[in-house]
């Protein structure tokens, strides 16, 4: 290994050190597209640098080249003044860099810290010694966690924890985040924020901090990058900006920020319609005996939006899967329209009128194998067929409309639905659940993970949908998202709901106390 | 009728990736080919006998490819079913005992009633494909009870039944036929009642049972229901995402069973008829399913799923079969046609395991890639 961050300065130090990392030049293309175009930055030891773009912008081609999993085109890394090669992430770990990744690298069946050691080459496999370790690296950055966990069974701000655990064990000088927050809860974003201060001001280290989220960067960081389009359009340091500044840089125009102007047009709106969905005492106990649902009652009524405001982890993904069949409720009734539903019967909330956007559209949104038409059609298999015969120009016709209309870029309905990007995808399964014309639409973390124009469309569907007498369910760990969209809040805590407020008449210190648990 | 002609032809136009997975076809096979030309002239024979013989036994010799059509018949059937429970991503591997199973099923109606008919005929196959379906079922009713791994219990209902069959054919009252004054060494039943033999297709001397057709029809039919019916659609939603499945309405009971079921139902068909066809001298005997229930199921794995696929393949299996026979009269081991054809498959699965492998990359790169 080799040593390239001792540097002696001999004297007053009157040379300023080079800097921990330094890209330039740095293009990358993939076929006509430049994912990353002369791409020059700079980061310091001491600062956490945020690196902020819209989805495709080339933040996580560059990040991704930095750690040697993408070679790039041309260009050079520096690394405390020193030229580096870097092929491999193994490499990148040998010269200091490390980085925890958006989708998680671990192994469920494992323990914690069966999979903090996963990687080692050493050929014993010390388990106190490992549990130890998990413990050290806990204790000293606040990131508590039990080693004997299996990882299976954890919520995603501990799996992020057993990342960062992982991640930090080798001592990287340079700590680089792909969106970390995404899956997160705003505790979970707070305490994971700590913890990069701490590794820049105790230890000195770099971070990077890799996002599409304003608020985060203007929180986090000491300075931003900004890309577009594969390049650095604006750099600076964080005190010295705003939101919009930031916002109008990243997208290259003026958006409609999240203020609450959009949800006045409409407040108030849908209070008195009748009600399309009613939950009356809905209990779930998991096979293990655990409470998941705990007497939940909750009622949506037609053309209003209802926001579950929550941490994550009190019941939310339960609540989703029983409004789509995935669970049954061991007490209490789920009505649509008035009308009782057999819960956990297939398909049996899709018939009686529920839309689902799932949280993980990959879990029970789509069929990644299956083609974008096919995908269209799966709810409503029975209007293109006749007497079990699938009529395939039907399905395609219908297919090529709701593409249209929904604006999902895909060359052809015929592709298979793996080869569109998550946003795509996203517009996919809300085109087909709102196709059915449903009674209530039940949106899951529905901006997870997409950008902010994406993020901006998703609202604006949600709130035709409502105009046109949906009932929406909008299930979000995210606050602002839900003050943003919903006419009613309720919330969420340890499966079941504990408050509610309209949100024209929101308290946000009521709002806050009813989230943790303390109202 | 346009459009399906469209996407057909918008298929056959290869791309970059298709054009390297022909080569690695191509390639694989050759290699086989040479290993299994090499371990044949190891082996102390010459290659080019060998090859003859098998080309000999298989099609040039007179009536040979009537006899090649013959076996293809219960491959084909058996690969068909096996194709129906793995799209609704169920995995049946005991095709070798419901083949079994149905074969013994018939062999009550068809060698039993005597002189028999047509609609005997009919109600063997059909006890036949019901005998078979039980035979899966059973395994399905588990894994929808208790959660008992369909793999396994498919797996060992063969060792079962073929501990069943062989019951039968100890006692007179079941299916042995006793032939007085001789000591029953041969255990096996009495011939098919010549009324209740599958009709025989001469075609230039080359005779095969009405099988022939019948399994070809069921390919193009399975074909159709797969690819063309809200059944088949399920079924594929069911195999490749059983929660998608499930919220769109999907139930894995009622879907998965009826894949099961079908899959017992065809493999259970193909015993029967292969008795009705006139395979070992038109009689029933513990050994009678003779691995074709094995060999079917290769024939699905290797035509990927694909009812329309398993056609040629079940014929190239069927060719190694009936051409193997020739390799003994030829003085060169038949036990090497075995040898051959698990090289053939394995070869069969190299290329697409490597696309498979190749798309998921890229399908993760894209995941990543677009965040």
């Known amino acids: 290994m080799t040593q390239p961050d001792v540097t002696v300065v001999v004297g007053g130090g009157a040379k300023a050190p080079s800097p921990a990392v330094a890209i330039r030049s740095i293009t990358k293309s993939y076929g006509a597209l430049r994912a990353c175009d002369d791409v020059s930055m700079v980061l310091q030891a001491g600062r956490i640098h945020g690196i902020l773009g819209q989805n495709g912008a080339g933040k996580s081609t560059l990040m991704k080249i930095l750690i040697g999993l993408v070679t790039p085109d041309s260009g050079e890394i520096h690394l405390a003044g020193e030229r580096v090669q870097v092929t491999s992430p193994q490499q990148a770990a040998d010269l200091g860099i490390g980085m925890v990744h958006q989708h998680f690298s671990l192994v469920d069946a494992l323990t914690v810290w069966e999979n903090v ?18 413990a050290e690296i806990g204790g000293r950055y606040g990131l508590g966690i039990d080693p004997d966990a299996r990882v299976g069974t954890l919520t995603a701000g501990q799996r992020q924890r057993v990342e960062i655990v992982k991640c930090l064990r080798r001592n990287p000088r340079v700590l680089i985040f792909d969106e970390p927050t995404s899956v997160l809860t705003m505790e979970e974003s707070e305490q994971l924020f700590g913890v990069l201060r701490q590794v820049v001001r105790d230890e000195g280290g770099t971070v990077a901090l890799v996002s599409h989220r304003l608020e985060e960067v203007l929180k986090a960081t000491d300075d931003v990058v900004i890309m577009r389009d594969g390049r650095v359009v604006a750099e600076m340091p964080t005190s010295g900006t705003s939101p919009d ?63 579950v405001a929550g941490a994550e982890g009190n019941g939310q993904r339960v609540l989703a899967d029983v409004l789509s069949s995935l669970r049954r409720v061991t007490s209490g009734t789920v009505e649509v329209g008035g009308a009782a539903v057999d819960t956990g019967r297939a398909g049996a909330m899709a018939a009686a009128g529920i839309g689902v956007v799932p949280e ?17 059609a799966l709810t409503s298999l029975d209007r293109v067929s006749s007497r079990g015969a699938l009529d395939l120009p039907a399905m395609r016709e219908s297919a090529e409309r709701l593409i249209a209309q929904f604006g999902v870029s895909c060359p052809s309905p015929d592709v298979p639905m793996w080869t569109l990007s998550g946003g795509n995808q996203q517009r996919v399964v809300l085109a087909r659940e709102l196709s059915v014309r449903p009674k209530v639409l039940v949106a899951a973390q529905p901006t997870r993970g997409l950008d902010v124009s994406a993020i901006e469309y998703m609202g604006d569907r949600l709130r035709e949908a409502a105009a046109d007498g949906v009932g929406v369910l909008l299930i979000s760990s995210e606050l602002d998202e839900i003050l943003h969209l919903a006419d009613r809040i309720v919330v969420i805590y340890k499966g079941a709901i504990v408050g509610e407020m309209p949100n024209e008449a929101v308290d946000m210190a009521r709002l806050g106390m009813l989230i943790g648990g303390a109202a | 009728m346009r459009v399906v002609l469209r996407s057909a032809i918008g298929r056959l136009r290869l791309g970059r990736d298709q054009r390297e997975l022909a080569l690695l076809y191509v390639a694989c096979l050759v290699g086989a080919l040479l290993v299994s030309l090499l371990l044949i002239e190891v082996n102390g024979s010459s290659w080019t006998r060998a090859v003859n013989a098998l080309v000999d036994g298989a099609f040039q010799n007179p009536g040979r490819w009537g006899e090649t059509l013959r076996r293809t018949a219960p491959l084909l059937v058996v690969a068909v079913g096996s194709v129906v429970a793995t799209k609704a991503g169920i995995i049946n591997i005991g095709q070798e005992g419901q083949l079994l199973v149905g074969a013994m099923g018939g062999a009550f109606i068809l060698t039993l009633v005597q002189p028999g008919n047509p609609l005997m005929l009919v109600l063997g196959i059909a006890l036949g494909a019901a005998a078979g379906a039980l035979w899966a079922g059973l395994a399905g009713a588990l ?36 032939v007085p004054g001789e000591p029953n ?55 490749l995402n059983p929660r998608t499945a499930q919220r769109a309405g999907v139930s894995d009971v009622r879907y998965g069973m009826s894949a099961i079921l079908v899959s017992g139902a065809t493999a259970g068909m193909a015993g029967a008829m292969m008795l009705a066809g006139g395979e070992s001298q038109y009689k029933f005997s513990s050994g009678f399913s003779s691995s074709v229930g094995w060999d079917g199921l290769l024939v699905a794995l290797v035509a990927r799923n694909s009812p329309l696929l398993a056609v040629p393949v079940a014929v ?56």
């Open chain 1, 117 to 134: 050691v996963l990687g080692d080459r050493s050929s014993r496999l010390d388990a106190d010694r490992a549990r130890a370790l998990v």
């Open chain 1, 245 to 307: 500044e930031l916002a109008r840089a990243m997208v290259g125009r003026d958006v409609r920020l999240r203020t609450s102007d959009a949800h006045h047009m409409r407040s108030g709106a849908g209070t008195d319609g009748d009600v399309a969905l009613r939950l009356s005492g809905v209990t779930v106990r998991s096979r293990r005996g655990g409470t998941e649902l705990d007497g939940l009652s909750l009622t949506v009524r037609a053309g209003e939006i209802v926001g």
């Open chain 1, 360 to 376: 993980d559209r990959h879990d029970s949104g789509c069929v990644l194998d299956m083609t974008v038409a096919e995908n269209l």
């Open chain 2, 143 to 178: 894994w929808y009870w208790r959660r008992i791994p369909i793999v396994l219990s498919t797996l060992l209902l063969v060792y079962l039944s073929s501990q069943m069959a062989a019951f039968t054919l100890t006692r007179g009252e079941l299916l042995l036929n006793v």
């Open chain 2, 185 to 239: 060494r041969l255990l096996q039943s009495a011939e098919v009642a010549p009324g209740s033999r599958l009709g025989i297709i001469e075609v230039f001397g080359n005779r095969f049972p009405l099988s022939v057709p019948v399994a070809l029809a069921m390919a193009l039919g399975f074909g159709w229901l797969l690819s063309r019916t809200t059944w088949g659609f399920r079924l594929k939603v069911l195999g």
């Open chain 2, 316 to 371: 190239v299996f069927a060719a190694l079969r009936s051409g193997s026979t020739f390799l003994s009269v030829a003085g060169i081991e038949a036990v090497l046609v075995d040898v051959v054809r698990a090289l053939l498959v394995v070869a069969l699965f190299i290329p697409p395991a490597i696309s498979d492998l190749r798309r998921k990359r890229r399908a993760l790169a894209s995941l990543t890639e677009r965040t």
